[in-house]
């Protein structure tokens, strides 16, 4: 398993999927998300707050959903056990504009708990 | 036998422009008044740990009150009829209304976030009533803040709020006392959040007004350095620019030093305390 590989993006899935936190905060939560880790991007499709489908390639932004774009190295940053400042949450990597966010923002700010929790868990993937 | 914190909280009316203000404040200690000041949305309850602090309360009557709309003290009348916005007027001259009515001698103003920035405005207007001025987490300009998804009717003000200040603060600070941190968030009345920011982001802007500062009272900026909102970079090069500051990036730490990781934070605010009363003493 290597970084933003097939095996490490199902690797953070199954963490996902077994958080207890998520499976209250994102109940509501069900979305198309891309997340583009330079080169690399997949379509994440969130269902009630777990990951029901990973698929690969990427494309615009998905209707109803948000894409997350943003240079390999500012994620490996993202997912390092004690990620550097400004590197540490997807609300200061998106405010800080070192990842691009497209699509329906409403999508962020109506979620932004579950995103955080589970863009946390990147890191437990990456361990 | 019951364990109890030495906080002793109680609700004072603060005149100011015409209204009497109930106003919810906690206190404990003796000494040098040391007025501490909630985050932007937020309450009193950041400043738990210092006020329970017997090193810092054995020379400091340490105070922390709730703005109006924030925490346990009411709005004014007719705050229904109105979208909130905090002033920097407003905010300045309602601290100084607080020390007034309480009768406090040559406080310290002790500010974080949005209380770091009004120590500007502080300092600008009212040093000759003041001891000195800590901001942590303040500096000349912040902008970017008020936006309207703080106060959206799709949005959930309090849940958003939260966990957009989960990730500025920094991932050392202890798991429970972040979370502590957003809790209080959580509990913000509607809007006030985002009315607070319209005072960080918008009517703080002192880029042009460092100098009306006049260095009377001594002015230190602590700045965490997971703070992307004010980097300690910015807080130094503010700091460069007044008379009788000074600047400390501190390390491992964000944007809620008091109440993220109020161990680390009392390493970097002991010294700035301890300046504060070598100062009173020689002044005797």
Known sequence: MALFDRAWMESWRRLVNADEGLQVIGRYFTADLIFSFGDTSYLVSIKNGAIEQIREGTGNAPRDGLAFRGARDVWEQFVQPMPPPRYNGIFPLVFGKLLIM????????QNLRALTVMTHLMRTASR | MVRLDPIVGRFAYIPYAGTDYRVYFEEAGQGIPLVCLHTAGADCREWRHQLCDSDITRDFRVLAFDLPR?????????????????????????????????????????????GGNICLHLAARFAEELRALIAVEGCE??????????????????????????DIMAPQSPENYRWETCWYYAQG??????????????????????????????????TGEYDFACTPELAEATAKKIKNAEATAMREIGHFPMSENPALFKRYLMPVLEKILRAGSAAR
């Open chain 1, 102 to 109: 497209e699509g329906d923002e409403i999508v962020f700010w």
């Open chain 2, 70 to 114: 924030h925490g346990k003290s009411i709005p004014p009348d007719r705050w229904w009829k109105e979208e909130y916005r905090l002033t920097a007027k407003f905010y300045a001259d309602f601290v100084m209304a607080f020390c007034r009515t309480l009768e406090l001698q040559k406080p310290v103003i002790m500010g974080s976030s949005m």
């Open chain 2, 141 to 166: 300009y912040s902008p970017g803040g008020f936006i309207d998804w703080w106060w959206h009717p799709h949005v959930h003000g309090g849940e958003v709020a939260a966990a957009a200040m989960l």
């Open chain 2, 189 to 222: 009345g509607p809007g006030v959040f985002k009315g607070d920011l319209y005072f960080y982001s918008v009517d703080h802007d002192f880029r042009e007004r460092c100098g009306e500062i006049s260095g009377k009272a001594p002015l230190y900026f602590l």
